[in-house]
């Protein structure tokens, strides 16, 4: 009860320092582009391990047209809603998503409606706050993906909608603090990621929003991160003291940069058992040490409390090209390195790289990928304690046990931009009675060994290829008019079970949403 409340009392007192002129934006499918572009301008952004919420100054990054008409200006380079005076500066903005899906004969449609609000108090307090309202009917292929899992893809729990649609609400908030020029504090309820690539292997923005607390401290070529967080589950417990149980997550970062070319980080994870039968937030007093690295020497990596440890690396030998990487460490066993199922050794690794602007084409990004997850990595032998949140993985979609290539494209021309992406991935199916690795979510004593099986399983193959025309109406808040088409393949044991649509949407997208799965 004394730490829960020393852990409420970080909160109460934050408050939160930042610099004129610039204005807080969630990460969104363009904030990437924007912190590439200005890489080595540490005047626009401080660059961090993490991707966050970015500090972005409002001219720089979103290089915003202006116009004589009072109509254009309000349409295309205002905020819906501006308050400045000289104790307060608000920005109101809607948070839509109106679209409709074509899939052979049948329509799909999408209602999506929510304010974002993002301010600071006097020249040191920036802050953030969204709430959105949604009603959405999804192809067949995510809504066995929601049935299986009981939420929405990356916005949690929901509810059923008139016939095949799902109704459900999703929040997110953070505060910014600065009290030194080499401390920022962090604090609200959303969601973090680690590395440079599409996708994390320690820590992405896929799951649900979750509750965290996180101190980023700079000094020289030094910069030291160290997180906490909840993620609460999502089937109810019998027992009234423990309903919608949490497991509680430690983050810890140290990063050097050799240059602002090179720079390298590690992380350690951990997934802390706080429950147990009768009991819920019990907060051993390893839970609270900030110091990176100690936990993996004290627990060992195969301790209840799922420890893993994670590098990242990105070079940019020239502007336009940046080589990237993460390699993570679950469970390591000597005795059994020849172990070809992963039971005992669990790792993962990715290798990419991305293009900046290549022959001087002003605003093309390119981006390959390849990632590839040994079974059962994340997991643990006690299935709250495996490495998900509101029942998702917290690191890349598919869990564990794939190889993935990703091909990402991205151009925009004034307001027009087209994005393209090809994604290819191989990964075993588990079924109720097996559990091959894929699932994290399973306790891995259940692992389906070879001699169980008279013949290994053949991979499931995913496609998944998009292609979207947009125009850009309001960049202040990613005010976008885009159509698209979204071809989609699974195949396993030469069954094809294909997804093809195309779409057309009225949205702003201010988040990162992902269905490429």
Do not use: C
């Not at 401080?46 to 047209?65: C, D, G, H, M």
């Not at 329509?107 to 304010?115: H, I, P, W, Y």
């Not at 509750?211 to 997180?227: A, S």
């Not at 992406?421 to 994290?440: E, H, L, V």
């Amino acid at each position: 009860m004394v730490r829960n409340n020393l852990l409420l009392l970080y909160f109460l007192l934050l408050s939160v320092v930042s610099v004129a002129q610039y204005e807080m934006t969630p990460v969104n499918p363009y904030s990437k582009f924007q912190q590439l572009k200005h890489y080595n301008d540490s005047s626009v952004f401080n660059r961090s391990i993490y991707f966050v919420p970015l500090l972005v100054e409002n001219e720089a990054a979103t290089e915003i047209k202006n116009y004589n008409s009072r109509v254009m200006k309000f349409l295309r380079n205002k905020h819906f809603v501006e308050l400045n005076d000289t104790t307060l500066t608000l920005f109101a903005d809607p948070f839509v998503n109106f679209s409709g899906t074509q899939q052979g004969d049948t329509s799909f449609s999408g209602n999506s409606r929510g304010l974002i609000f993002r301010g600071k108090l006097s020249e040191k307090f920036y802050f953030m706050s969204a709430a959105v309202e949604n009603q959405v009917y999804y192809p067949w292929y995510m809504r066995q993906y929601i049935a299986g899992k009981n939420v929405i893809p990356g916005l949690g729990r929901y509810k059923n909608f008139k016939e095949k649609g799902t109704d459900y609400a999703f929040a997110f908030g953070q505060i910014y603090w600065i009290p030194l020029k080499s401390l920022t504090v962090e604090a609200g309820h959303g969601k973090q990621f680690i590395g440079d690539g599409y996708r994390s292997l320690i820590l992405s923005d896929f799951s649900s929003f979750y509750p965290f607390l996180k101190f980023t401290h700079t000094f020289g070529k030094f910069q030291w991160i160290h997180m906490y967080t909840a993620f609460q589950s999502v089937k109810r417990e019998d027992s009234r003291l423990l309903v919608y149980q949490r497991s509680h997550g430690s983050f810890t970062s140290l990063a050097y940069s050799f240059s602002e070319k090179l720079k390298i980080s590690a992380t350690e994870s951990v997934i802390w058992q706080t429950y147990g039968p009768g009991y819920n937030n019990r907060f051993p007093a390893a839970f609270f040490i900030p110091v990176p690295f100690v936990k993996p020497l004290y627990y060992g990596m195969s301790d209840p409390n799922n420890i893993s440890i994670g590098l990242t690396a990105s070079w940019r030998p020239v502007y336009s090209v940046m080589l990237y990487g993460q390699f993570l460490l679950d469970d390591f066993s000597k005795q059994h390195a020849t172990d070809s199922l992963g039971i005992y050794n669990r790792n993962g690794y990715q290798t990419g790289i991305r293009i900046i602007e290549p022959f001087k084409i002003e605003n093309l990004f390119l981006l390959g990928e390849y990632n590839n997850v040994r079974p059962y990595t994340y997991a643990s032998s006690i299935s709250r304690q495996s490495y998900t949140g509101m029942n998702e993985p917290l690191a890349h979609p598919l869990g564990a046990g794939f190889s993935e290539w990703v091909f990402n494209g991205h151009y925009r021309y004034r307001s027009l931009f087209v994005t393209a992406s090809w994604i290819r991935a191989s990964t075993f199916k588990d079924s109720p009675d097996t559990n091959f690795g894929t699932n994290i979510s399973k306790p891995d004593t259940t692992a389906t060994l070879a001699s169980a099986i008279t013949i290994q399983p053949s991979p499931a193959v995913i496609f998944n290829y998009t292609i979207e025309l947009g125009y850009m109406i309001n960049p202040r808040y990613n005010f976008i008019l885009s159509a698209g088409y979204r071809y989609r393949n699974y195949d396993y044991n030469f069954s094809d079970d294909k997804t093809e649509f195309f779409y057309i949407k009225l949205s702003t997208q201010l988040i990162n949403l992902y269905n490429d799965f």
